[in-house]
Structures are given as C-alpha cells and as structure tokens.
C-alpha cells in the first residue's frame, strides 16, 4: 500500500506500508506498542501479538480468545490482560495460558 500526498514544497511526499493481515470479522480496537512487540485487540474476540523484528513482514505469534470484544488491554514483558466490561483475562506469555 502506498499514500501519496503533496509535500511540503508541492511535490508529491508518499509513503509505504506492507500488507499486514489482521484480525478476522472485525476491526481492531486497541493497540498497544512495545519494543519489537505489538498487541491488538478486536471485535473478532482475540487478542493478537506481532513480532515486528521484521517491519517488512509483521506476523501475529499468538492469538489469545477473549470471551468478547477485546475494547482494553495492557502488556509487559510477562503478561497481558485483556478487558471488556467486567471480564478480564490475563495470559502469562511463557506459558501462554489463561
């Protein structure tokens, strides 16, 4: 993908993205950045991790379900909690269990 714009001096300024796949059956809500890491959270009930190591080539490590819409989150370097309305859950990434 590309976005093409007038640049500050008239000419044209654009810039790139890769393809990125995404969460399916609706849209992201949230996003939190950290390091070489990104989390997402959507309307599809998941929970995705990106390794970004690669910015060319993004690619989600895991996915995590959520018993609905994931409209919050937080992460570190060990966990994630992940929250909609009162349900909250939180995953462990050495074990990637709930």
Do not use: N
Not at 12 to 41: E, F, K, N, S, Y
């Amino acid at each position: 993908m590309a976005l093409s714009s007038a640049g500050p001096e008239g000419g044209d300024a654009q810039v790139h993205a890769p393809p990125v796949v995404t969460h399916t059956g609706g849209a992201v809500l949230r996003v939190q950045m950290q390091g070489d890491r990104i989390v997402t959270g959507s309307r599809d009930k998941t929970a995705k991790v990106w390794d970004l190591r690669s910015p060319a080539e993004p690619r989600a490590v895991l996915t995590l379900p959520h018993e609905d819409w994931v409209t919050s989150l937080q992460f570190d370097e060990e966990t994630l909690r992940c929250a909609w309305g009162a349900d909250i859950s939180t995953y462990f990434f050495r074990s990637a269990e709930a």
